[in-house]
Every structure is written in C-alpha cells, then in structure tokens.
C-alpha cells in the first residue's frame, strides 16, 4: 500500500537555524499538508497545500514557516529561524481529493536547543 | 467545522468488540464524521468517514445517528494493538479540507 514517508525521522538543531523537513506524499494525490504535535498536546493543523499555492494556514504558520513543492514528488517546510517552542513532531499528509481521506507520514520530531 | 465531544478514556477487553462514541450536535448538512487514530507519536491513521449512511471496511464500522447528531466507532474485535488514541473528527462545510483534532478517546485494550 503507498504511504506517506518523512525524512529525517529526527531533526535537532540549534536555534535560530534554518530547518527544512521533508516528505514525499503518495504518488498521485493532489492535495498536501503539514500538522505538528507539541509533545502531550493535540495535533494541530499547519497549512494546506494545492495547485502549487497555499490553500489555507493556521495562526501558527507564520512568516517564519515556507512550504514548497520543488518537484514532482516532494513537498517540504522550511522554518527559517527556528525557536524553542518549534519543538515538536511535524506530520505530513497528503489526500487525492480535497475532502478525501489524509494519509499521514510517521513523522519528523524536531528538537531545537 | 463542527465541534465533538468524545470520552477522554475507554477500556476494552482483547477480542470484545469495542465501541467508541461521539457526539457532533452542531454538524451542518454537508459535513463528514471521520475516525482517526493515533498509536503512539506514530502518524494519525485513517480508520473510516461517512455522511448519514453508515459504513464499514476491513478496519471498523461507522454507524452515525439518523439526525447525524451522533456516531459510534465499532472495532468488532479488538486487539492489543488496538490501543491508541481515537480522534473524531467533523470535516467540510467551509474549509479547505483540514482536520482539526480534539483530545480523542484513549482506547486500552486488556489482555
């Protein structure tokens, strides 16, 4: 079964530094994601992804945040001047249709010191 | 998106069938109930949506209430790896897909 896959599966790194975490999403969907998860909190919606523009972003994702499909398989987010509270597990999704069912990668935990 | 309300915890013994409840009272006539769950830190995994019908695949059943106002999650038999996190989740309406996640049911699954 095709399946969503995230590299590194952990990230560290000082901060104030650039970060890009990366994801290759299922192969013909049309419609990408990121979520993070704050350690014991719930996961939260960062920004979604269609068309090659941002369809729709949190308060979360702020300047500090990019999403780029470079190609035709990856989809990455850039944190540009990483803080402490980015500290986090960042998920990936991606779905065929707009309303279809995500599918979520295993994750990337990003821990900023 | 409408808000749910689900039970922080549940327990189930292996093999039982184990039934998760939600409430989503505020649903609007073009909104999907969805289950997710989450193992772990592990990814959310897609369990089941429906509409107004109720529906089944290899993983659950979904049975939603004929005024939608309400929804049970059904793992007929439940297993220990089972055990996770299940989020209940209403989605459409005027977004542009994403899922906004509660603090969903922690599912125990005993020996």
């Known amino acids: 079964e095709p399946e969503v896959t995230q590299t590194p599966s952990h990230q560290v790194t000082q901060m104030g530094q650039e970060v890009i975490l990366r994801c290759v999403p299922i192969?013909?969907?049309?419609?990408f994601y990121w979520y993070r998860q704050i350690l014991g909190q719930k996961v939260e919606f960062l920004v979604s992804?269609?068309?090659?523009?941002?369809?729709?972003k949190s308060e979360i994702f702020d300047d500090q945040f990019s999403v780029e499909r470079p190609d035709g398989s990856n989809f990455t987010l850039k944190i540009r001047s990483t803080k402490l509270e980015d500290s986090a597990m960042y998920f990936c999704?991606?779905?065929?249709?707009?309303?279809?069912?995500?599918?979520f990668g295993d994750g990337t935990r990003l821990s900023i010191l | 998106d409408a808000k749910t309300t689900q039970p922080t915890s549940m327990d189930c013994a292996e093999g039982r069938a184990a039934n998760l409840p939600c409430n989503h009272s505020?649903?609007?006539?073009?909104?999907?109930v969805y289950w997710y769950r989450q193992i772990h830190s592990q990814g959310p995994q897609y369990i089941i949506h429906?509409?107004?019908n109720n529906e089944t695949n290899e993983m659950a059943s979904l049975i939603i209430t004929e005024d939608r106002k309400s929804s049970t999650l059904i793992l007929p038999h439940a297993t220990l790896r089972d055990t996770a996190v299940y989020y209940c989740?209403?989605?459409?309406?005027?977004?542009?897909?994403?899922?906004?996640f509660g603090q969903g049911t922690i599912l125990t699954v005993h020996p």
């Open positions: 192969s013909n969907h049309l419609y």
């Open positions: 989740i209403v989605r459409g309406g005027t977004s542009y897909g994403k899922l906004t």
């Open positions: 992804f269609y068309n090659n523009e941002i369809s729709e």
């Open positions: 505020t649903i609007s006539g073009n909104e999907y």
């Open positions: 429906g509409l107004k």
């Open positions: 999704a991606s779905s065929l249709g707009q309303f279809q069912p995500q599918h």
